[in-house]
């Protein structure tokens, strides 16, 4: 099983970045796939979720300005984020598993950093 984070850079506050998650090696349109992230000094939290019948879930920090999606042809999900700011500035992983409250599968992030 393997999932490789793409997309991360360096943005100024109010712009955008879209991450991708390439996966591969299990049953993966069955599974809850979502986006974390770790801001510097701070826990893992989540960001966004979706399951394998395309519902999803936010935090509150980034509704109506991130979408996360999934394309099951290509093994890919996606994580387009809008009207960042400093406090998006993070690592952020992407993560797989068969239920959508039990992640098994983690990358190895890719950095955000938001400039102001």
């Known amino acids: 099983v393997q999932l490789v984070e793409s997309g991360g850079g360096s943005v100024q506050s109010g712009g955008s970045l879209r991450l991708s998650c390439a996966a591969s090696?299990?049953?993966?349109?069955?599974?809850?796939m979502g986006w974390f992230r770790q801001p510097p000094g701070k826990e893992r939290e989540g960001v966004a979720v979706?399951?394998?019948?395309?519902?999803?879930n936010y935090a509150d920090s980034v509704k109506g300005r991130f979408t996360i999606s999934r394309d099951n042809a290509k093994n890919t999900l996606y994580l387009q984020m809008n009207s960042l700011n400093s406090t998006d500035t993070a690592m952020y992983y992407c993560?797989?598993?068969?239920?959508?409250?039990?992640?098994?599968?983690w990358g190895h992030g890719t950095q955000v950093t938001v400039s102001s």
């Open positions: 979706i399951d394998s019948d395309g519902s999803t």
């Open positions: 090696g299990y049953p993966r349109s069955t599974y809850c």
């Open positions: 993560a797989a598993g068969r239920r959508c409250y039990e992640f098994t599968y």
